[in-house]
């Protein structure tokens, strides 16, 4: 972590239940105790990680997804978040569901509209894992998820985090870098911290 935002905060400082996790579906989240993170903060989580495991808070904007979420009933154990969508206006399971306000003309992906959602709820620090930044993920060729897989994203989604982070300058984003990718991203509140130093800040609450 790079010397000036070593003297903001520490990593074990940084932790604690009231900090968001968000949660991507890239395979490097495979490395981590899914149920063992929700004990210490509060989830986010994307899409089809529902199959596997419910977050506090899961989030969906493709049209597709969010069917297959409503017809699992999963937002009865969890606060389901979509996209704006005009043809759910007026959907019969309208009350399971809330609205993500982006602020934005442009659409989001299901990773940063999490973290938006995180930002709006008031978490100061947002740790994220399964971020990989590749569509190459843990639903790989199932229901809903492209068959053709990427080593990597389009620029636009490390645009709209920066874009995120520009707009909540008091908010510490920490990615733990789980695969060797550090995104092209440069702002004072963010950091990518290795699988092994989030171990350490787990084992410190």
Same mark, same amino acid.
């Given at each position: 972590?790079? @010397?000036?935002?070593?003297?903001?905060?520490?990593?074990?400082?940084?932790?604690?239940?009231?900090? =968001?996790?968000?949660?991507?579906?890239? @395979?490097?989240?495979?490395?981590?105790?899914?149920?063992?993170?929700?004990?210490?903060?509060?989830?986010?989580?994307?899409? =089809?990680?529902?199959?596997?495991?419910?977050?506090?808070?899961?989030? =969906?904007?493709?049209?597709?997804?969010?069917?297959?979420?409503? !017809?699992?009933?999963?937002?009865?154990?969890?606060?389901?978040?979509?996209?704006?969508?005009?043809?759910?206006?007026?959907?019969?399971?309208?009350?399971?569901? !809330?609205?993500?306000?982006?602020?934005?003309?442009?659409?989001?992906?299901?990773?940063?509209?999490?973290?938006?959602?995180?930002?709006?709820?008031?978490? !100061?620090?947002?740790?994220?894992?399964?971020?990989?930044?590749?569509?190459?993920?843990?639903?790989?060729?199932?229901?809903?998820?492209?068959?053709?897989?990427?080593?990597?994203?389009?620029?636009?989604?490390?645009?709209?985090?920066?874009?995120?982070?520009?707009?909540? @300058?008091?908010?510490?984003?920490?990615?733990?870098?789980?695969?060797?990718?550090?995104?092209?991203?440069?702002?004072?509140?963010?950091?990518?911290?290795?699988?092994?130093?989030? !171990?350490?800040?787990?084992?410190?609450?």
């Amino acid at each position: 972590m790079p @010397k000036n935002k070593q003297e903001r905060f520490t990593l074990v400082d940084m932790a604690r239940k009231s900090d =968001a996790l968000v949660i991507g579906n890239g @395979k490097s989240r495979l490395q981590f105790d899914l149920n063992q993170l929700q004990q210490l903060f509060t989830t986010y989580g994307c899409n =089809a990680l529902y199959r596997d495991h419910v977050p506090d808070n899961l989030v =969906a904007v493709d049209p597709n997804m969010i069917y297959e979420i409503l !017809k699992s009933e999963v937002y009865l154990k969890t606060q389901f978040y979509i996209q704006g969508h005009s043809h759910f206006d007026n959907h019969e399971l309208r009350s399971h569901y !809330k609205i993500i306000h982006y602020g934005y003309k442009e659409g989001y992906d299901s990773g940063n509209s999490a973290i938006l959602v995180a930002c709006q709820k008031g978490h !100061k620090n947002i740790y994220m894992v399964g971020i990989d930044y590749t569509t190459n993920n843990v639903y790989s060729n199932t229901q809903n998820y492209n068959s053709q897989s990427h080593n990597s994203l389009p620029p636009v989604w490390q645009t709209r985090l920066t874009r995120i982070m520009n707009q909540y @300058k008091d908010v510490n984003f920490i990615r733990v870098n789980g695969n060797d990718y550090t995104p092209n991203i440069d702002t004072d509140n963010f950091s990518n911290i290795s699988v092994e130093q989030f !171990k350490e800040i787990i084992n410190e609450l």
